[in-house]
C-alpha cells in the first residue's frame, strides 16, 4: 500500500500556472474612444512644429536632474526598445501555457511602426528638444534628428504596459503603467521628447 501511494504520487505532474486575460473585451471601445480624443488634442499641439513656454521649462527641469540617474533612466526605457512586447509576450505565454497570448506583444511592434512612420511622422514634423531650446541642455545618451512627435520608446511602452495590464488583478495594474511612465519622463531626462509629445505617446500607446 505504501508502495502504491508513493509511486502514484510521484506520477501527478506538477500544475502549470495558468495565465487568464482578466480585462473584458466591452470596455476596448471605450477605450479607444478617450485614446483618440487625447490624441487628437497632443497631436493638435505639436502639429505647429512648436512648443510652448512651459513645456521647455519642463524639459529643461527633468533634463538638469543629475547625471547619477543616468544608467536607471537607461534601463527604464529599456521597456519601450522594439523587441520589448515580443519577448514579453512569449514569456507570458509560456508560463501561461497558452502560445496565443503572444500574438498581440508579437503584432504590436510592426503595427506601432508602420502607423507611426507612414503617417504620423509624415504629417507632423516637430524637432526634438536638443535641436530646439539651445545650448543649456544637458546631452546624453543618443542625439536623434528625427521627428520627436510621437516617441517610439513611449509609445511602445505605454502599448507593452496595457496589453500586460489585461493579464493582471486589477491590484497589480498600476505597475507596468507606473514603469510607462517614467519611460516617457526618461526621455524627457535624455532631451528626446516635449512634454506633449510623452503626453501623446501615453494615450497612443493606450490605444495600439
Not at 14 to 43: D, E, I, T, Y
Not at 92 to 115: C, E
Not at 138 to 157: C, D, K, M, Q, Y
Request: aromatic fraction near 12%.
Amino acid at each position: 500500500m505504501t508502495t502504491s501511494n508513493t509511486t502514484e504520487s510521484s506520477t501527478v505532474a506538477s500544475p502549470r500556472v495558468r495565465v487568464r486575460a482578466a480585462v473584458s473585451v466591452r470596455v476596448l471601445p471605450v477605450v479607444l474612444a478617450v485614446a483618440a480624443v487625447l490624441f487628437g488634442a497632443a497631436a493638435s499641439v505639436a502639429a505647429t512644429g512648436e512648443a510652448a513656454e512651459w513645456e521647455g521649462d519642463v524639459v529643461r527641469f527633468v533634463n538638469g536632474w543629475p547625471d547619477a540617474l543616468e544608467p536607471w533612466f537607461w534601463t527604464i526605457q529599456q521597456a519601450g526598445m522594439l523587441a520589448a512586447p515580443a519577448i514579453g509576450g512569449l514569456l507570458l505565454a509560456w508560463r501561461g501555457g497558452r502560445w496565443g497570448y503572444a500574438v498581440p506583444f508579437v503584432v504590436l511592434t510592426p503595427l506601432k511602426l508602420g502607423i507611426e512612420w507612414l503617417v504620423i511622422k509624415q504629417l507632423i514634423d516637430r524637432g526634438r528638444p536638443w535641436e530646439t531650446l539651445g545650448g543649456d541642455l544637458v546631452l546624453r545618451g543618443e542625439i536623434l534628428e528625427n521627428s520627436g512627435f510621437p516617441s517610439g520608446h513611449a509609445t511602445t511602452a505605454v502599448a507593452f504596459a496595457v496589453l500586460i495590464c489585461a493579464f493582471l488583478p486589477l491590484r497589480w495594474r498600476w505597475v507596468p503603467l507606473f514603469w510607462a511612465l517614467w519611460v516617457g519622463i526618461a526621455r524627457l531626462y535624455f532631451c528626446l521628447l516635449y512634454t506633449s509629445d510623452a503626453a501623446d505617446d501615453l494615450v497612443s500607446g493606450e490605444g495600439a
